[in-house]
């Protein structure tokens, strides 16, 4: 493929999963494996995650919501503990891979994200939250979805980033760890990668664009 850019997600990808800090908050309070996405799969479009994401309710109004929607299910999880559990450390391998693309191709970020900011919503530290920042100002465009008030997998926001960095759909690759996120810009056009591990996505990376990472 002729490749323009590489649009990338950024928890999940840029840093270790989140849901591996589900499953050990799982573990650690005796609940089952994957409630916590469980409990965000039902009514996706509406429920208290989706409506962070699109900044329709605060954090407080978050951990009431959530909370709601586990005791539905028989558990007790506040929405804070959720939000606490987001941060992940940053994958400096994939930040290298990240950089080699940049001086190539054009590249964005898309990711579905609370209104709390990119560098302290996503750590848990102040040194984390300045190595996130560094690597957000070296996007040529950012869509977040607490911003946008749209968020992935809406195809709207795959194409509101094409045409901010001027590439059509099918010039572009993205990745992304979830593979709700990946249909819709594959149905668009895009070649893409759902990231399982660091290895597996710099291995997949590198046969998308042609170079070794």
């Known amino acids: 493929m002729n490749v323009q850019a590489v649009i990338?997600?950024?928890g999940g990808v840029f840093t270790t999963s989140?849901?591996?800090a589900f499953n050990r908050y799982e573990r650690e309070r005796g609940l089952p494996n994957d409630i916590i996405r469980q409990i965000n799969s039902v009514n996706p479009n509406t429920n208290a995650?989706?409506?962070i994401e699109r900044s329709e309710i605060d954090a407080a109004m978050f951990d009431r919501l959530f909370e709601d929607?586990?005791?539905?299910l028989g558990y007790m999880i506040p929405g804070r503990d959720v939000l606490a559990?987001?941060?992940g450390d940053l994958r400096p391998r994939v930040v290298a891979a990240f950089k080699a693309c940049k001086a190539r191709w054009k590249v964005g970020c898309i990711t579905n994200n609370a209104p709390t900011g990119k560098g302290a919503g996503m750590s848990s530290s102040p040194e984390k939250a300045q190595q996130?920042?560094?690597v957000f100002s070296l996007f040529d465009h950012v869509i977040e979805s607490s911003k946008a008030g749209v968020r992935k997998p809406d195809p709207r926001?795959?194409?509101m980033m094409c045409e901010a960095i001027g590439v059509k759909p099918e010039a572009c690759v993205y990745l992304d760890d979830l593979g709700i996120n990946l249909k819709p810009a594959r149905e668009l056009g895009m070649t893409t990668i759902k990231v399982t591990s660091e290895q597996q996505l710099l291995d997949d990376l590198s046969k998308a664009v042609g170079i070794a990472f």
């Open 132 to 134: 996130i920042a560094e």
């Open 69 to 72: 929607e586990a005791k539905l």
């Open 18 to 20: 989140p849901f591996d």
């Open 85 to 87: 559990l987001l941060s």
């Open 8 to 10: 990338w997600d950024f």
């Open 49 to 51: 995650w989706a409506q």
């Open 157 to 159: 926001i795959y194409l």
